[in-house]
Structures are given as C-alpha cells and as structure tokens.
C-alpha cells in the first residue's frame, strides 16, 4: 500500500527552496519539532532555527537547514513553509 503525500513548499524572500509532493515534513516550531503527514489538521504556527527534514514520495529525505524564524501553514494536504533563510 502507497503512503498518501501532501504537496510541500518551501520559501525564503530570496527563492523557492523546494516544491513536490512528500510524505512527511518535520520541522522545528516553536515548542519543539513538528510532525505532518498527509491529512493533517489545519495549523498555523512560527518556526525557529533548525533541521528540516522532509522525505519524498521516492523515500529519498531531503535535508535543509533553516538558519532564522519561519512560519508554517498546514492547509487541505498543502503545506507552506516560509523561512527567513535556508543555509546551502
């Protein structure tokens, strides 16, 4: 049985980092790390310097590391990740 993905963007001011389809995003919120899957309760919450962890829907993880706050909004399977910066 396939895992269901959701579609995941990530953005600085400067550029797009990312768009696709994953099946899981971890990010660091405010209170901790943060777990989405598909299907996910709409959210809204601020973000803080740290390691996002995204795998795709091939299994491959993808690794960024956000170097300022963000922002993220979990919305019907989409996700938009808004980050001051994102190191190379």
Do not use: W
Not at 29 to 37: K, M, N, P
Not at 59 to 78: C, D
Request: aromatic share 6%.
């Amino acid at each position: 049985m396939s895992e269901k993905s959701f579609s995941l963007e990530i953005l600085t001011p400067e550029r797009t980092v990312f768009t696709g389809s994953v099946i899981s995003l971890v990010a660091p919120a405010a209170l901790g790390y943060l777990g989405v899957l598909a299907n996910h309760a709409p959210l809204s919450t601020t973000l803080t310097p740290g390691k996002i962890v995204c795998r795709e829907t091939d299994g491959q993880s993808k690794i960024f590391q956000s170097t300022g706050a963000g922002f993220l909004e979990v919305h019907h399977n989409r996700v938009t990740l808004l980050a001051d910066g994102i190191a190379s």
